[in-house]
T-cell receptor, first 114, second 117 residues
Framework: AQSVTQLGSHVSVSEGALVLLRCNYSSSVPPYLFWYVQYPNQGLQLLLK??????LVKGINGFEAEFKKSETSFHLTKPSAHMSDAAEYFC????????????FGAGTQVVVTP | GAVVSQHPSRVICKSGTSVKIECRSLDFQATTMFWYRQFPKQSLMLMAT?????????EQGVEKDKFLINHASLTLSTLTVTSAHPEDSSFYIC?????????????FGPGTRLTVL
């Protein structure tokens, strides 16, 4: 069985500061990894994903994440926060042999302060 | 990106009634759609996989007779909550799998808030 843990249900960051959202997974076989963002009253939007290849993945809106197998982590970062980054962020995994069946972390609400 | 819609966005019903939620892929055909539910302050939980033209496959612990899924066309999947009870109150989210261009991507609908009185 696999699980996804997001550290911190709420994160407050100043505009212009680094955004760091942590995600760790538990799985016997490294899964495919995703980060989604959810703005109020909207569906989840894919920020980025890791399947194979380069472990540093760049996504939309200036976000990137690095897959670290030894640490079973897939932390999301953005060098400089914008007010528009305020949203809820979900880390998700899907087994390699069962693509599409996403298992989500609990989510992290990001608040950006001026 | 592709658009997935859900209807209704909110529904309030009395205990014992049935509620149908629609999930549509608006600009692509989706042979596979997924249904999730999200309780307050909790994560999304996969309920079932909806396959066009065949029976849905349900995750462990999800009652298939209570949550009826129909995927009758390549752009529409429906979830019917039968004999709804207050504990079924939740946020239901669908996603549709898009294979266009050789890329395998899931697009999510905006969700349906179900409140059972």
């Amino acid at each position: 069985a696999q699980s996804v843990t997001q550290l911190g249900s709420h994160v407050s960051v100043s505009e212009g500061a680094l955004v760091l959202l942590r995600c760790n997974y538990s799985s016997s076989v490294p899964p495919y990894l995703f980060w989604y963002v959810q703005y109020p009253n909207q569906g989840l939007q894919l920020l980025l994903k890791y399947t194979t290849g380069a472990t540093l993945v760049k996504g939309i809106n200036g976000f990137e994440a690095e897959f670290k197998k030894s640490e079973t982590s897939f932390h999301l970062t953005k060098p400089s926060a914008h007010m528009s980054d305020a949203a809820e962020y979900f880390c998700a995994v899907t087994p390699v042999d069962s693509w599409g069946k996403l298992q989500f972390g609990a989510g992290t609400q990001v608040v950006v302060t001026p | 990106g592709a658009v997935v819609s859900q209807h209704p966005s909110r529904v309030i019903c009395k205990s014992g009634t049935s509620v149908k939620i629609e999930c549509r892929s608006l600009d692509f055909q989706a042979t596979t759609m997924f249904w999730y539910r999200q309780f307050p302050k909790q994560s999304l939980m996969l309920m079932a996989t909806s396959n066009e033209g065949s029976k849905a496959t349900y995750e462990q612990g999800v009652e298939k007779d209570k949550f009826l899924i129909n995927h009758a066309s390549l752009t529409l999947s429906t979830l019917t909550v039968t004999s709804a009870h207050p504990e079924d109150s939740s946020f239901y989210i669908c996603s549709a799998r898009d294979w266009r261009g050789g890329l395998d991507t899931q697009y999510f609908g905006p969700g349906t808030r179900l409140t059972v009185l």
